[in-house]
Structures are given as structure tokens and as C-alpha cells.
């Protein structure tokens, strides 16, 4: 039984270190890593796209508006998010929850731990437009669209897929 484990343990070695070092001979162009607990964290596989949808998760170019109070390291250029609403979908926020076609999607906080506010947006500045998307995050504290609004599909650069969880 401890030869099983250990083969699997091995095993489970040599899969880390021929992910990481195909990220080193690949480069970015078909990886990135997720250390954030927005999304499931560990590594992605980043393919080009012929549609998007919602609940597809995809990589573009950190915004501007978004670079606030270190949320996002300085290093960081781009970042992971799922589509949470395209312009068909229906955004709506009831008592400080954010709902998408008449479904629960989450909280939207206030505030962060050390009392800084959030910007509170409307509705408006949260239902996408023709050519846009709503950039979310399932968990209860990930900065993402709830507090900087829609961005343009132009920008996604990837789709992503998790390849590896960690």
C-alpha cells in the first residue's frame, strides 16, 4: 500500500514539474497561474476563442479604473475572471446582492477589511451593453466587475481552462 502511495506521490511530482517547465519553454502565451482565491487557484491552459459565453473564464488586460488600494499587484498585467453577464442577461441588485437573470450571484461588499469603501455602482453601470461583459468572481471577496463595472469584449485576450488545481 505505501509503494501505491508513493508511485502516485511520484507520479504527481513529475506532472508538477512537466507543467512548470512547459511554462518556462512555452512562455505565457499558453499558461498562467492563478494564486488568488477569486477563482480556483493553480494552473491554466489559455487557448484562443471563436465565441464566449457566460461562465467561460477568460484573461484580459488589467484596467485602469480596477488599479486601486493594491487590490492588484503592481507586477500583475492581467487577470482571470468568469463572464458573468453578457447583454442578454438580466443584472439586478437587491439588499446588497448581486443577482443575474433572477439567480444569486453574490454579496456586494460595502467595504474591505480595513474599512475602505467601495464604489456603490447602479444597475446601469453593471448591466453590459452591446459588445460588453460583466467580469466576475464566485467568491465573496474577489474585486472584480461588482465594483468597476463592464468592460468591453474587445479586451479579453484568452479563454482559460484549469489544468491543474492546487
Same mark, same amino acid.
Given at each position: &500500500?505505501?509503494?501505491?502511495?508513493?508511485?502516485?506521490? %511520484?507520479?504527481?511530482?513529475? $506532472?508538477?514539474?512537466?507543467? %512548470?517547465?512547459?511554462?518556462?519553454?512555452?512562455? /505565457?502565451?499558453? %499558461?498562467?497561474?492563478?494564486? *488568488?482565491?477569486?477563482? =480556483?487557484? @493553480?494552473?491554466?491552459? &489559455?487557448? /484562443?476563442?471563436?465565441?464566449?459565453?457566460?461562465?467561460?473564464?477568460?484573461? #484580459?488586460?488589467?484596467?485602469?479604473?480596477?488599479?486601486?488600494?493594491?487590490?492588484?499587484?503592481? #507586477?500583475?498585467?492581467? &487577470? $482571470?475572471?468568469?463572464?458573468?453577464?453578457?447583454?442578454?442577461?438580466?443584472?439586478?441588485?437587491?439588499?446588497?446582492?448581486?443577482?443575474?437573470?433572477?439567480?444569486? +450571484?453574490?454579496?456586494?461588499?460595502?467595504?474591505? /477589511?480595513?474599512?475602505?469603501?467601495? =464604489?456603490? $455602482? *447602479?444597475?446601469?453601470? $453593471?448591466?453590459?451593453? !452591446? @459588445?460588453? #461583459?460583466?467580469?466576475?468572481?464566485?467568491?465573496?471577496? /474577489?474585486?472584480?466587475?461588482? +465594483?468597476?463595472?463592464?468592460?468591453?469584449?474587445?479586451?479579453?485576450? !484568452?479563454?482559460?481552462?484549469?489544468? +491543474?488545481?492546487?
Amino acid at each position: &500500500m505505501k509503494n501505491k502511495y508513493k508511485h502516485k506521490l %511520484f507520479l504527481r511530482r513529475v $506532472l508538477i514539474l512537466g507543467i %512548470f517547465s512547459g511554462l518556462l519553454i512555452l512562455g /505565457s502565451n499558453f %499558461f498562467t497561474i492563478n494564486l *488568488t482565491p477569486s477563482l =480556483p487557484r @493553480g494552473i491554466y491552459f &489559455m487557448r /484562443s476563442y471563436k465565441t464566449l459565453n457566460k461562465g467561460d473564464i477568460v484573461l #484580459f488586460e488589467v484596467p485602469e479604473h480596477a488599479k486601486v488600494k493594491n487590490y492588484i499587484p503592481r #507586477f500583475c498585467k492581467a &487577470m $482571470l475572471k468568469e463572464i458573468g453577464a453578457l447583454e442578454n442577461d438580466k443584472v439586478e441588485i437587491k439588499e446588497d446582492s448581486l443577482y443575474i437573470n433572477g439567480s444569486l +450571484y453574490g454579496k456586494i461588499q460595502k467595504a474591505d /477589511s480595513e474599512g475602505y469603501k467601495f =464604489p456603490e $455602482l *447602479t444597475v446601469e453601470e $453593471l448591466q453590459p451593453q !452591446k @459588445g460588453e #461583459f460583466l467580469p466576475l468572481a464566485p467568491h465573496e471577496k /474577489s474585486w472584480d466587475g461588482r +465594483y468597476w463595472g463592464t468592460l468591453s469584449l474587445n479586451i479579453i485576450e !484568452k479563454k482559460a481552462k484549469l489544468v +491543474y488545481p492546487f
